[in-house]
């Protein structure tokens, strides 16, 4: 079955530092890779994806996730938070039988300190 | 067009009342899905639309819950005899199913917070 582990719960850096967010996930075949951000009270907002091709995506507000077959990863990174990224994070795969139903981690809150 | 709309953004209830919530897709999106998200989790899928049709339905979705897409536009999810343990956030998605996966992006409303007392 298919599954998405994200194994903080949440995180804290400095605003101006480097980010990373882990993702693992389990899947029978080429995974589809998505990372969302949701802000407080709002819906979720997709940042990147991953079908196939170069293993290093960009998304959108200066966020990239790298896909790891090996390691069954797709973490996500960017170079410099913003107090504006404070937000919750998930990583999650599609499951392109069933109507491309979404299967989400349970995410992982980032904290940003001045 | 201004994304998918969810109605209303909370409701709260008493134990054993009926609650009823609607989503209008992305205009040209021929896929909806409900999903619902409690506190400190990530979202759970409960049932998709290709159109007017009912695809498939999550072993979640309990015998009191049913959601309709009557035209294969807007869609409903009802709860009847609602329990406090449906509690949550339920949030509704829309995807174009073009036949090229990268169209089959879900595009998530703002979602229906749900409090049962």
């Known amino acids: 079955a298919q599954s998405v582990t994200q194994p903080d719960i949440h995180i804290t850096v400095s605003e101006g530092a480097s980010l990373e967010l882990r993702c693992n996930y389990s899947y029978g075949a080429t995974p589809y890779l998505f990372w969302y951000v949701q802000s407080p009270g709002q819906g979720l907002q997709l940042l990147l994806k991953y079908f196939s091709g170069d293993t290093l995506v960009q998304g959108i507000k200066g966020f990239e996730a790298e896909f790891k077959r090996s390691q069954s990863s797709f973490n996500l990174r960017k170079p410099s938070v913003h107090w504006s990224d404070a937000a919750e994070y998930f990583c999650a795969v599609g499951a392109p039988t069933g109507g491309f139903k979404t299967i989400f981690g349970a995410g992982t809150r980032l904290f940003v300190k001045a | 067009d201004t994304g998918v709309s969810q109605n209303p953004r909370h409701k709260i209830t008493k134990r054993g009342q009926n609650v009823t919530f609607r989503c209008d897709p992305i205009s040209e999106h021929n896929r909806l899905y409900w999903y619902r998200q409690t506190l400190g989790q990530g979202p759970e899928f409960l049932t998709y639309?290709?159109?007017?049709?009912?695809?498939?339905k999550s072993r979640l979705l309990s015998d009191r819950f049913s959601a309709e897409r009557p035209k294969g536009s807007f869609s409903t999810l009802e709860i009847q005899r609602t329990e406090q343990g449906d509690s949550a956030m339920y949030l509704c998605?829309?995807?174009?199913?073009?036949?090229?996966?990268?169209?089959?992006?879900?595009?998530f409303g703002a979602g229906t917070r749900l409090s049962v007392l």
């Open positions: 639309f290709q159109n007017e049709a009912q695809l498939e």
């Open positions: 998605a829309s995807s174009l199913d073009s036949g090229r996966l990268s169209k089959n992006i879900q595009y």
